[in-house]
Every structure is written in C-alpha cells, then in structure tokens.
C-alpha cells in the first residue's frame, strides 16, 4: 500500500512548490523520500542516489522556475524524486518497466527533463552549451547542473570547467558530495559562511575588488588575489574550483532545508557565474537498510520496505560476470604478470573478486575510461598483462585512446567487455550494441564472443596466451546456460570457429549467446524438413575463412546472427565473401544484427522479439530466403 503522503498530494507541478514555507517544504521533502523508497520497492532501480538527493530535489524546484530554468541532473540515475514531483508522479511504479518510464533522464519524457543522461559527467559540458544559447538568444533562464563527486572524478567534467571558467558564462553547478570526503563537517558556521559568501553583496564585492586589483601594480594585484584565495581555502577547501574560473560556496548540509534554500536564492540572484555550490549528502539518506549497506543500495532489486530484504531469483546458473571474474583468477594464478583494471565498476565487472584475491593487481581508476585504457597500454609496454574489464556501452568513451594507444602501437591490452548486447531494464544507453563494429575495423585487433560461460572461460585463458596484440572478449548481462564448469579455460586456436550441429539445408553462422536460440531454431526447422547446420563462429577477428567457405558451398541458406549493430560481425563475412567470390556459389546470405534503432528499457527477452533475434525469427528468415513464406504463415496461424 502506498505511503501516507499529505504534502506530497497537494504537488502537481513544482510551480505548486513556490507556495510552501519552509516546515511545509520538510514534510514535502519527508513524503517525497517515502514515495521513493516505496516505488523502487516495487520495480526495483537506482535507491540510494535519489534518497541522497530529496531535500536537494525540492529546495531546486522550490527556489527555481523550471522548466524555463534548466535543471540538468548528471548521469541522471538519482532523478526519481524528480520524476516524481515533475508531473509522473502516477506512472512512477512503471520506472525501468516495458513501456514505462526510463531510470534515467529523458527528453522525450518530459519537459522538466532539459538533456538526457545516462552515462556520467556530461552535465556541466551540456550546461554551458545551454548558456551560451541563453546567451545568444538574450534569454534569462538559469541553467542549474547537479553532478555527484563520482562523476567528478571523469576528465571531461574538468574540459567542462575550465571552458566555462575562462568564458564567465552564468551558469550553476551543484556538486552533490556523497563520498568524496572531499570538505570538512559542516555545521552551522560553515553554512553561515555560505550563506554570507552566496549573497550578491559579497559576490559582487568580489567582482569589484577583482577589477580594482587589475588597475594596481601587478604584484600587488597578484598578491591580493592568493591573499583572497588562501582566507577562502582555508574557510572552505575551494580553491580547485576556483582555480577553474568558479566562484565556490560551500560546503552545505545539503540535507538541511533551512541552508538550502537561501543559499540557492541567493546564487540565483547573483547574476555573476559560474558558480560551484558545495553540497554534502548521505547516499540513502532516511532509510535505514540503504544508509547501513556497504553500497548503500546503489541498484537494487525489489525489495521488502520494512525490512530492505531484497528480492532474489531464482538462478540457475552464475552470471557470466561471475564466470569472468574467476576464470579470471585462475589465470592469474598461474601468471603474476596479470593485472585487473576497472572504471569504477569493481562490482559490476567482478573484479571485486579479483581485488579480493590480488588487491595489489587491481586497479579501479573511477569513471575514467580514457585514462583507464592509455594506463592499460602504459602496463603493456613494460611487460604486464593487463585486462581491461569495461562495460561494452562504457567502453565508448574511451575509443580514441582504445585506436591510437592500444591498437596502432599493437599493444597486447585485454579488453573484457561485459553487458555486450542488450540490458533489459537500463535500456538504450546502457546496450552494447556497437563493439563488434567499433573495434572489428581495427587493425590487428583479436574480437571474440563467448557462446556460453564455458566458451568464455576458454576464452578469458585464450586472452591470457595473447602476448602480441590486443584482444577483445565481449558477454552479456544475466546468468550463463547452467553448464558444468572446467577448472580452468583452455586457450582456443586463434581465428577457429566451431561446428555444434552438422546439416545440410541451412547453415546458421552464430556469433555470441543467441546460440541457444539458434539450437531452438534449427529444431523448428526440422519439423519442416530442413536439415540444420550450427556453427559458432567464436572470432569475428580474424574470421575463420576455411568455416565460411564450408558452409557457404554445402548449404541453400546461411543465416549469420548476432547480438550487434548493423557494420559487425555479417560485415565482415560478407566482405570476406564478395573478396573470394563466394556469392556465386548460389547460397542465399541472410544476415540477423540489432535493427538500425535504439531499443527501450524491457525484460531482455522481450527486447530480443522486438529486435528479431529469436528462434521463430530466425526460423521465419530461413523459410523467406527459400520462398516458403505462405508454408511458415500457415504454420504460424
């Protein structure tokens, strides 16, 4: 049953905040985090962040006018309580949902939603190209970005800036300090101090006295500049922030509504930027289970309110993280030379397990990716075997360092990219749909697909013997197929692939986990009389050509499936087979990738029937390519 909410009924848009004084905004605040908790314990999702942000939440829609003001919320996972009071209050038990509401900020889902984000630290780039437009347009909107202190610890938050320092743009940026440390305990002299220096009369003192300065000698204008700066730092630890062009107030009790709120009335009425406002928060702030867990309910599944026990199913095997992480151990094992590198994942990639065996070999840079795989190849020139354990989607953002750092030196970096393919309910930001077709255009690069976690013990150990370029093993989210486990993985003969069925009819050339679907595929297309072949292609770099050519001259159809964008995997088998002139050996080529769009957050096998990589699909493409059409519309009827 949902939660007694009093204040919170009376809110239909924030514009309804504006009338509430301050007892009332904490019972707003009180109601909002009980409405949070409760629809998260119904679809599962991101808990703690929110919690960690409620009262922040509600000073921003109370002191500014959005939507015309911009509120830009960074990786955009801790934006529940702003769902809630923006109008999807009624449809917020649908987050994560088929059809229903994302986990993450969204354009297209609302106007209070300015720039969707889901990958982190891009708040503050997007805000000041928001400000310039204002600018430009001779507008008067604030542009308000909210960015944790993880993602703080990305370069481009910093590329960020230093260009909106240098510019004096007007723009506001709320660091939400969760974790950091960063500042010391705040109490009610560091929030008097931040009161007073948020005021326009000391800001604009500031400015005046900056000025001033410049007309003086320029030692002494020099001099007074580090002796402002140096009383600041020592008041207020912000002398980073204002080293990159920031006026910095803070550190705040960003719990404590009586603070926020003219601090952040202030700031607005300031009109002098950009301004850095220091908040200290509580990850999972007001619930108990949340505050006292070690990850303080970061994701979470559904859970139980009153006792935080969370939902567990029912696997029946261990998820191919799992696999990884320990196939992963085995190796280095045996090699001290191996060594375990994260983006700020450990949990995520499994290499908190590793951490846990070799905590001096493993490596977690925070949401750095660019620097995590140039620090890869720094560990490869000097001999170590570094593997690079980053989410597919995440890997993206340090591809420049991925093609000019690893691949052009030839560097033997291992990349392991977990959720390769689709993820169910974090949707299409979080798909790893374009590695396939990113890293095969490399020279040089060894790209493999684990069929099931047997394969991908193999191929963890395959990885481990590749002294001589880089290498790229990608797997998905979820649990493997429930096979017995080796001890360890054998190492696979480079570029070889593998026959699973023997036919003569259709060929199915399997590149990644849909092979149980091809195996499900090629048993329907028994009842119609067609003989099956199953391949795995296991490489799509190098690309087993001897495989290719069999199956291309023994059957009418060969069908190439894969859990990828459209430039992957059948790219390459058909541009080896126009290369060899194997299209007039008469076989019929049906290449099965992800459709050219971005799909939505569901269950992930219902992501797979909306993007046609399931058994009937496969089956309904076999039977088109040898013009059974009406025989498999009957069937289907």
Known sequence: MP??????????????????????????????????????????????????VVELTVAIHHVFDTPYDRLIWDVGHQAYPHKILTGRRDRIRTLRQGGGLSGFTRRAESEYDPFGAAH??????????????????????????????????????????????????????????????????????????ARLISGKSYLTLRDIGRQMAKALPKFIEEGARRAEEYARGLAMGGTLFEELGFYY?????????????????????????????????????????????ADKYHGVTKFDVITGAQAKSAAKAPSYTKVFAEALIKEAEADERIVAVTAAMPGGTGLDLFARKFPTRCFDVGIAEQHAVTFCAGMAAEGLKPFAAIYSTFLQRGYDQVVHDVAIQGLPVRFAMDRAGLVGADGATHAGAYDIAYLGTLPGFVVMAASDEVELMHMVATQSQIDDRPSALRYPRGEGMGLALPERGTPLEIGKGRIIREGTAVAILNFGTRLQECMKAADQLMAFGLSTTIADARFCKPLDEDLVRRLVRGHEVVITIEEGAIGGFAAHVMQFMAKAGLFDAGCKIRPMTLPDCFIDHDKPERQYEIAGLSAPDIVRTAMEALGREAQWAAARA
Not at 175 to 184: C, F, H, Y
């Open 120 to 193: 982190s630290s891009t708040s503050i780039s997007a805000g000041l190209g928001m400000a310039v437009a204002r600018d430009l347009k001779n507008e008067a909107r604030n542009i308000v970005c909210v960015i944790g202190d993880g993602a703080m610890s990305a370069g481009m938050a910093y590329e960020a800036m230093n260009n909106a320092g240098a510019r004096h743009s007007r723009l506001i940026v709320i660091l939400n300090d969760n974790d950091m440390s960063i500042a010391p305990p705040v109490g009610a002299m560091s929030a008097y101090l």
């Open 249 to 293: 107030v803070g550190p705040i009790d960003g719990h404590n509504l009586d603070h926020l709120v003219p601090v952040l009335k202030n700031v607005r009425d300031a009109g002098i930027g950009p301004i850095l406002v220091h908040c200290v928060t509580q990850k999972g702030k007001g619930y108990a289970p949340a505050e006292n867990s």
């Open 3 to 52: 939660p007694i909410t009093p204040f919170l009924d009376r809110i239909s848009a924030p514009a309804d905040l504006k009338a509430l004084n301050r007892e009332e905004l904490k019972g707003l605040a009180a109601d909002l985090r009980a409405e949070t908790i409760d629809a998260v314990s119904v679809t599962g999702g991101h808990l703690g962040a929110g919690l960690g």
